[in-house]
């Protein structure tokens, strides 16, 4: 009975450790990740920094594994050692993030800018980031032997089914990990709390497998290196035996290549579905999750076979060829992913719930497509282990097997990124690691070849890696026009069979394609994400894209009084870069890009951005900006961040408080900030995070819409930013640019302005987001969601063009001049805007209808208010007559009024000349309307703040009436208010006379942003 009841216990022992494991794969995978990302913020987000960044991980894991194979088989209670060694993990696991920002802060403070050179600079950063994080790997490589080999001990001759259950154990939980990572702990608790959970895991580990271990454990297995194995025989009668080293040595270089190719798979897996489902934070570690439970389910499905199998190596090879042959598989699916993803965004609404459903659907395709050879590869470290432990090799080759595999990893991620991708390309790559599996598995099957009919196997096994790997290089193509799509944003699976791909290019980070877009445009495309479209003929109007880009350059240059030099961070299309070349002020441009394919496919631009290419004072640089600011110590007269958008994985970091208080180091005194912010795909609560995050560390600022969405915000760390001087360039090679955007004059700069400092701040505290921080990433986390909603940050763009004169009360603009010409491009809708309020003029103050080019459906208002103007002056006014005046009167106070100047309004609402008669006394409500319209009109901001109190305070007032006027009364009493800056008047007002009053539309907006501004300069 006592031994029965021992038996129990080891029984409920063995299932506790195993549930234990769960817990530690969870935590190492939260590890894994979280590290990643603070060493990514430290050494920067380049290729070569992701290698390097994964091999110090797997390498500190690679050594500890090796060191516990020799040491281990010394320690009495590996349980017991496992236990010290995850609770020593957990407490570096707490104190992690203190160390790290103490360490980095000095770092960049001290020690890197002591450094004198470049070279020497990042010398100093990589060792600081090994220093960093190698203990905690060393000890984590640690964890697998010591578990494995405790339980291999306590449960002798169960080797296969021990490693295959620790395979899944520790997999599965790791596969859960990377999406509680994701999905939970980041958006809860950010990295910080992410890294202090996974250690307070570490310790409850710690605590129970210190509980388990407390039974006595059994002395090792002896090891007799002598007496060869099943496995080591070349023979069936064992008449020739290999020695047991050559045996090792075989293995361990069998499993390194294995480990090589896996990681070549998970590699370009990655790159192939970020090109279908978006290349988001979400989606990588959807991929990653599916990758690790296909590992996950091999080492469960091996676990009863492994320890029945006569020759595990033989069974091994079959595996190997069986993850090849998936890799392959792979490929096929891989054509109709681009179906699924759109199918799923042509079905889904556009809701949080429909992001939920499409991304549960993603994740199945990441399935589908990674999960039959992951699963393939979860077999094989069991069974190259377990060969080698019934070949009596001791324990250690539990700790050697998993090094080598880690190494082969470590290999296979440098192969990929730096080698097979941009020679090869995705598919070839794919395909060249998959043959690499099958040959491993060939040679396996062939070296333990003992009956004719197994050289029968083997050839036929030898013959199909052949045909397969021939069949899919030959008759699987990757079509360009499925890969440059951008199905994930579009729902269209491919473009247009007759487009026409200039450039197509898989670099080392991203997919690279160029292509002919609509009419005589040119488009490049990151990873089938557009990010920048270039009308080539100069007789054409221009892309939207294009006074983004040039204005990126021209708006700082005509802000700064003398400047030298410039950085670039992101290349594009090469237009900013090319535009910033043509003022000759400018001695020196440094543009940093982190792929080098964006640079060489930008070549399609031809003149458009042709001094980016061939100017002497252009410098090209590929690496990250943060990385080369860092070791070059440079400092610049201005600094652009151009970057893509911020749902892309990385891209939130140039949005992040931590890199805006970065910048001012690399800036001259007197040295301006360029910040491009896309306001669509995107919402004002995840603009306000970025407002929230850049205005702090700078002292002024001034925002520019460049189009119906793209602002650009300068800002410099240093006292109040320097008037905009168009006249530095409107002249030269840059005022040749400009003009071809329409901007040829001072006016239309100085228009294109929407926000000041104040309005910025206002717009932060509004929607009250937390700052986007690389610690907090908040738009990388929910980004991906605003873009498949395809929403819009209205709070921002619509200043431009909406603002109920907004602008014009806080001092920022003023309205267009009437002698300048508003531009015929209607890129920006405040210009298309002036057009029409400039065509009402044109008809109400004419006595014949207007000229027949405006009359539209948008002019149609103005026709019907000439008609109610001679209606209102009959003697029985009808109540429809009246109502349609109200609501006519008002849409023609929206259009005209922040678009039009004092002399432009004489005759439309100074003095209506429409109107055909003086309006009798007894029109009170339109007496009334009309007159603080007219005080609007005439910029009389006191007159039209008593007028509109006038108007509030009576209530006797027809409906019609007041749902059409009251907002614009009250309106008028806020900005009144904001322009003598009487903060606690607007306040004030708004508690008196907005609690009944429902603002809509640009009005409410307006109506938010004053209460936020109000409140915000109330508190300084």
Not at 305 to 320: C, I, K, N, S, T
Not at 556 to 585: N, Q, W, Y
Not at 650 to 661: N, T, V
Not at 696 to 703: E, G, K, L, Q
Request: aromatic content about 10%; overall charge neutral.
């Amino acid at each position: 009975m006592q031994k029965s009841g021992h038996s129990l216990g080891q029984y409920h022992g063995k299932k506790l450790l195993m549930g234990i494991f769960i817990l530690s794969g969870f935590a190492g995978l939260i590890y894994q990740s979280v590290w990643s990302q603070y060493l990514g913020i430290f050494l920067g987000h380049a290729a070569y920094a992701q290698a390097l960044v994964l091999a110090i991980f797997m390498g500190g894991m690679a050594a500890g594994a090796m060191w516990i194979a020799r040491a281990g088989e010394r320690w009495r209670n590996l349980v017991r050692s496992y236990a010290l060694i995850e609770a020593l993990i957990g407490v570096l696991g707490l104190v992690f993030h203190f160390v790290f920002t103490t360490v980095t802060n000095a770092s960049y403070a001290w020690i890197i800018p002591a450094a004198g050179s470049a070279w020497l600079a990042d010398a100093f950063r990589w060792l600081i980031a090994t220093i960093l994080i190698v203990p905690q790997t060393i000890l984590l490589g640690m964890t697998f032997p010591l578990m494995s080999g405790g339980l291999i001990r306590r449960f002798p001759r169960q080797d296969g089914h021990v490693l295959g259950s620790l395979y899944f154990t520790n997999s599965i939980g790791a596969a859960i990990g990377a999406l509680a990572a994701a999905f939970v702990l980041l958006p809860w608790v950010g990295l910080p709390g992410s890294i202090t959970a996974a250690g307070l895991l570490n310790l409850l580990v710690a605590a129970l497998a210190w509980w388990v271990a407390r039974d006595p454990e059994p002395a090792p297995t002896s090891v007799n290196r002598a007496t060869p194995s099943p496995d080591a025989n070349t023979s069936a009668t064992g008449a020739t035996a290999s020695p047991d080293w050559m045996l090792l040595r075989l293995v361990l270089f069998c499993t390194a290549l294995s480990g090589a190719a896996s990681f070549v798979y998970e590699i370009v897996w990655i790159r192939m579905l970020g090109l279908a489902v978006g290349s988001t934070l979400h989606a990588f570690e959807l991929m990653l999750a599916s990758f690790i439970a296909g590992i996950a389910f091999g080492g469960l499905w091996i676990r009863q076979r492994a320890d029945h199998h006569p020759v595990p190596l033989r069974l091994a090879g079959w595996m190997q060829i069986g993850m090849g042959l998936a890799a392959l598989f792979s490929l096929l699916i891989y054509g109709n992913a681009f179906e699924w993803v759109g199918w799923l965004l042509r079905g889904l609404g556009k809701t949080p719930n429909g992001y939920h459903l499409y991304t549960l659907g993603t994740g199945l395709v990441s399935i589908l497509i990674m999960l039959p050879a992951a699963f393939f590869a979860g077999t094989t470290l069991p069974l190259f282990t377990v060969a080698l432990l019934r070949a009596r090799q001791g324990e250690r080759v539990i700790g050697q097997v998993y090094a080598w595999n880690t190494v082969g990893s470590i290999a296979g991620v440098f192969l990929a990124m730096h080698v097979l991708i941009p020679a090869m390309g995705l598919k070839l790559a794919l395909v060249t690691a998959a043959f690499v599996d099958m040959g491993i598995g060939v040679f396996l099957l062939r070296h333990h070849a003992e009956r004719k009919v197994d050289f029968l196997h083997t050839a036929l096994a030898g013959l199909a890696v052949t045909l397969a790997t021939a069949l899919v290089v030959t008759q699987v193509h990757f079509d360009p026009l499925k890969l440059a799509g951008g199905v994930f944003r579009s729902g269209n699976v491919a473009l247009p069979n007759d487009t026409q791909m200039l450039y197509y290019r898989d670099g080392k980070t991203a997919s690279v394609s160029v292509r002919v877009a609509e009419g005589n445009a040119i488009a490049i495309a990151t990873n089938g994400k557009v990010d920048a479209a270039i009308n080539m003929l100069d007789d054409t109007p221009p892309r939207s894209d294009e006074p983004t880009m040039v204005l990126l350059a021209a708006l700082p240059l005509a802000t700064h009084p003398d400047p030298r030099e410039v950085g670039v961070i992101g290349f594009g299309s090469g237009m900013t870069t090319h535009t910033l070349l043509g003022d000759k002020r400018v001695q020196r441009v440094d543009t940093i890009e982190i792929e080098e394919a964006m640079v060489a496919g930008a070549k399609a631009f031809g003149h458009r951005v042709a001094r980016a290419y061939e100017d002497p004072r252009s410098h090209v640089v590929i690496d990250d900006a943060k990385s080369y600011f860092s070791g070059q110590q440079a400092k610049y007269d201005i600094i652009i961040s151009e970057p893509s958008n911020p749902w892309i994985s990385g891209i939130g970091a140039l949005f992040a408080k931590e890199f805006y208080e970065f910048v001012p180091r690399h800036l001259k005194s007197g040295g301006l900030f360029v910040q491009w912010v896309q306001l669509y795909e995107i919402d004002d609560r995840l603009v306000s995070s970025i407002m929230n995050a850049l205005t702090p560390a700078f002292s002024d600022y001034r925002a520019y819409l460049s189009n119906s969405s793209d602002l650009i915000i300068i800002a410099t760390p240093e006292g109040t930013l320097p008037e905009l001087e168009p006249e530095r360039v409107l002249n030269g090679p840059l005022g040749k640019d400009l003009k071809r955007q329409e901007l040829a004059s001072s006016a239309q700069l100085k228009f294109r302005q929407v926000a000041d400092a104040r309005l910025l701040r206002a717009q932060g505290s509004l929607y009250g987001a937390s700052a986007n921080s690389y610690y907090y990433p908040y738009l990388s986390l929910e980004a991906p969601k605003t873009r498949f909603m395809g929403v819009e940050a209205v709070s921002l763009s619509s200043l431009g063009h909406t603002s109920p004169m907004l602008l014009e009360a806080l001092g920022i603009r003023e309205p267009m001049p009437d002698s300048q010409k508003a531009a015929n491009f209607n890129l920006f809708p405040g210009e298309v805007h002036v057009r029409l309020a400039r065509a009402y003029v044109e008809v109400l103050r004419k006595k014949e209808g207007g000229s027949q080019h405006v009359k539209n459906a948008s002019m149609e208002p103005a026709y019907l208010l000439k008609t109610l103007g001679e209606q209102i002056c009959e003697k029985n006014v009808s109540e429809t007559v009246a109502e349609l005046m109200a609501r006519n009167l008002r849409s023609l106070a929206d259009i005209t009024l922040p678009f039009l100047t004092v002399d432009m309004q004489e005759g439309v609402l100074i003095s209506p000349q429409w109107i055909s008669c003086p309006i009798r006394d007894e029109s009170t409500e339109l007496n009334a309307a009309l007159s603080l319209l007219q005080a609007m009109a005439e910029r009389k901001w006191s007159a039209a703040k008593n007028l509109g109190e006038q108007w509030l305070r009576n209530d006797g007032r027809e409906s019609f009436w007041k749902i059409n006027f009251d907002d614009l009364a009250l309106s008028a009493i806020l900005l009144a208010n904001a322009r003598e800056k009487n903060w606690p008047a607007l306040l004030e007002a708004e508690k008196y006379y907005g609690a009944n009053i429902a603002s809509q539309g640009e009005y409410l907006i307006s109506r938010m942003l004053l209460i936020a501004m109000a409140t915000n300069e109330k508190n300084r």
